[in-house]
């Protein structure tokens, strides 16, 4: 029988967070590990207020759900006991990561990726002033790969300070639903004269039927409109990409399979994270091996990542140590 234990742990933000929907300063996650006496597995999962979740949520989520189990616990099971979001994220990383140790295989071979390459993250920008993120801009602007935080009116001179002040970076854009079909027109107009290369997902979700006429000369993203499978058929004629996130597929086995689906549907693709630590990255790693997009920086955004994390040279990110995970 497995024994579960769950956490919550607390990581200090470095220098705040800030998107459109509010401000941060701390990244609580919850930890889950499972352990069968002789080897151990661990994921951790991001619960997120925008859709319904809370640590203690997503904690009695997780307890219920392994007692219903009991020693019955499997990644097959588990996906038709408990629906996607942050619980079924944890649970499902720390079963990938006790079968790769029972095993003494990675999860990347166990999962038919192969051998793990380095990767080239986005590095985030908080929404602020044009004047506050061009100062942001200033310290990140030798990092080859920007993604900057909008926030709707006003979204055109920050997305021309960022621009005026990182002139070799790529950039891609997340306003995070908080524009409207009256201030499209303007963001998407500067986002293209500031060479942005994909915008995530500008209209909230459900409100986004719009996207099918309006014109896209930046390919727009779908963010908090996407989840599992079941979402990417209503998605077509919206969005040219979809950011897949463990945090919201309900972990890496529906994420693997999203990626699959997406692909099949001609959509380009982002692997992103929620705020956590280098144990939330290191699954989402095997998903973003062939993604077009990697936003996996949690880590760097923390004044001190969790002891044996993962290490980043600049916005390179090494692929974890199993003694991290997998």
């Known amino acids: ?47 997120y207020p925008r859709y319904g979740e809370s640590i203690d949520s997503v ?3 997780i307890r219920q759900t392994a007692d219903a189990l009991g020693i019955g616990l499997d990644r097959k099971r588990l996906q038709a006991a408990l629906h996607a979001g942050a619980a079924r994220n944890a649970l499902d990383c720390a079963l990938w990561d006790l079968e790769a140790k029972r095993s003494g295989t990675p999860a990347a071979a166990l999962a038919g990726v192969g051998t793990l390459a380095p990767l ?16 942001a801009t200033r310290k990140a602007a030798g990092r080859p790969l920007l993604k900057v935080k909008l926030a709707g009116p006003g979204d055109a001179q920050r997305i021309a300070a960022v621009r005026a002040n990182a002139p070799d970076a790529r950039l891609v ?3 995070n639903e908080a524009w409207s079909e009256d201030c499209y027109a303007e963001n998407m107009a500067a986002c293209a004269a ?21 014109p896209r000369p930046v390919p727009v993203c779908a963010d908090e409109s996407l989840h599992t499978r079941a979402d990417l058929a209503a998605l077509r004629k919206r969005y040219d990409a ?39 990255m290191a ?15 949690g880590p760097l955004l923390l004044a001190q990542d969790r002891d044996g994390g993962l290490r980043f040279e600049a916005s390179l990110l090494i692929p974890p140590a199993a003694t991290l995970w997998g």
């Open 173 to 175: 854009v997340d306003a």
């Open 59 to 61: 904690i009695a989520e």
């Open 120 to 135: 080239t993250t986005c590095f985030t920008l908080s929404v602020g002033t044009p004047d506050s993120m061009a100062e």
């Open 194 to 214: 500031a060479g942005v290369e994909l915008i995530e997902q500008p209209l909230p979700a459900g409100r986004d039927t719009a996207l099918e006429t309006l």
């Open 242 to 280: 979809v950011n897949i996130k463990l945090d919201k597929a309900g972990g890496l086995t529906e994420a693997l399979a999203l990626y699959g689906d997406a692909r099949e549907l001609g959509f380009k693709v982002m692997v992103g994270c929620m705020l956590g630590t280098s144990l939330a």
């Open 283 to 297: 699954p989402a790693v095997l998903v973003a091996q062939k993604a077009d997009y990697v936003d996996l920086d």
């Open 1 to 47: 029988m497995l024994a579960v234990d769950i956490a919550h742990e607390r990581f200090e933000i470095a220098g705040g967070f800030t998107i459109s929907r509010g401000s941060r300063t701390h990244a609580d996650v919850v930890v889950v590990t499972l352990s069968d006496g002789t080897h151990t597995g661990r994921g951790e999962c991001v619960p």
